[in-house]
């Protein structure tokens, strides 16, 4: 089945018998944009043809579409870089840790870091805390 075939039946304006076992697809990527766009060119009305700077104007927003999600994609790694490093700058040092909404840990060494589901978690005490548990940071024990 070509990609032309399952958009619409230019005959009837109907959609096409072959477009029904189509699985839907989550994004529009730009080879997919292409061909969309060589079907809406080849089914337009001759009599009535869309004008360049419709076609290029769908172009230029889809490349803004592509650049904006690439962007979000690049700020989201940053974001979790930024707070990888963070987690990082606390090992060896002492923190309290705000473990449920009455208790508060006494001060304990962060040991290490891990990488969660793309969240950093200290180790403090053989547990893993999330860094906004952290209430205090001391460079050695307080006690």
């Known amino acids: 089945m070509s990609a032309t075939s399952a958009i619409t039946n230019t005959a009837t304006g109907s959609p096409s018998p072959a477009s029904y076992n189509v699985p839907p697809t989550q994004t529009l990527d730009q080879d997919a944009f292409l061909k969309l766009l060589v079907v809406q060119m080849q089914s337009q009305d001759p009599l009535n043809p869309k004008q360049d700077t419709e076609f290029i104007a769908q172009m230029t927003q ?32 002492f923190v309290e840790i705000q473990s449920d909404q009455h208790t508060v840990l006494p001060p304990q060494e962060v040991t290490s870091v891990k990488m969660i589901n793309g969240v950093p978690q200290l180790e403090v005490g053989g547990l893993l805390y999330d860094t906004n548990q952290v209430i205090s940071i001391s460079p050695n024990n307080p006690k």
Do not use: W
């Not at 490349?63 to 989201?76: G, H, P, R, T, V």
């Open 62 to 93: 889809f490349s803004a579409l592509e650049q904006s999600k690439s962007m979000q994609k690049d700020i989201a790694a940053l974001h979790t870089d930024e707070a990888l490093l963070q987690a990082n700058t606390m090992i060896g040092r």
